[in-house]
């Protein structure tokens, strides 16, 4: 067989295995994919291809594995994106509780005076430490850390997340446990 048996193999079967594959998958795309593969195979397997009228059942057979190859990869292919749509979701965290805390955190700061507000950007925004600070605003460092330190019990206050007092806790009131014994 030469590729004029191909060329009559093809003329004579395509609208039939193209319909074949029309019938069995949703997208017309997949169809000519199914087609195209099925004369790939039979024109790789050309000596292999029965004559007359036992072609279009070979052919059937043919589009009915490449078919059945083409499902699987889709499914494949669905999994991937499953799995990956999965990772992704732990990946990126929920960033909606972080900018509800930094529209508190803009929202207190605004609150405070220029001068507290200042000195805790140049701290928290811009990473600056005291004698840096001192150097942006043209004042001692030893002036920076009081305010700096005042600015943060200010913004803790508004924030309502003042830390407990150093110290010791309080004690709990102990609880005496009555044992029975033998009466």
């Known amino acids: 067989m030469g590729e004029d048996d191909f060329r009559r193999l093809y ?4 609208d039939a295995v193209l319909g074949f594959a029309l019938r069995r998958t949703d ?3 997949d169809a000519a994919d199914v087609t195209a593969d099925t004369f790939l195979v039979a024109w790789r397997r050309l ?4 004559r007359g009228d036992a072609a279009r059942p070979w052919l059937y057979g043919v589009a ?3 078919l059945a190859n083409h499902r ?4 494949r ?20 509780d972080e900018v509800v805390h930094r529209a508190d955190v ?4 605004r609150r405070l005076s220029a001068r507290d507000e200042e000195v805790l950007q140049l701290h928290l925004w811009e990473g600056l430490e005291p004698r840096e600070i001192a150097d942006v605003l043209g004042v001692p460092a030893s002036v920076v850390r009081p305010r700096l330190s005042r600015a ?32």
């Open 64 to 66: 009915r594995r490449t």
């Open 77 to 96: 292919r669905a999994a991937l994106g499953d799995r990956l749509r999965r990772q992704l979701a732990h990946a990126v965290a929920d960033l909606a």
């Open 47 to 50: 000596g292999h291809v029965p």
């Open 152 to 183: 943060r019990s200010r913004l803790r206050e508004l924030l309502g997340n003042d830390p407990p007092a150093p110290g010791h806790l309080p004690a709990e009131p102990a609880t005496t446990i009555r044992k029975e014994g033998p009466r």
């Open 27 to 29: 997208r017309p795309e």
């Open 106 to 109: 803009t929202a207190a700061m």
């Open 72 to 75: 699987r990869g889709e499914g």
């Open 11 to 14: 003329d004579a079967h395509f």
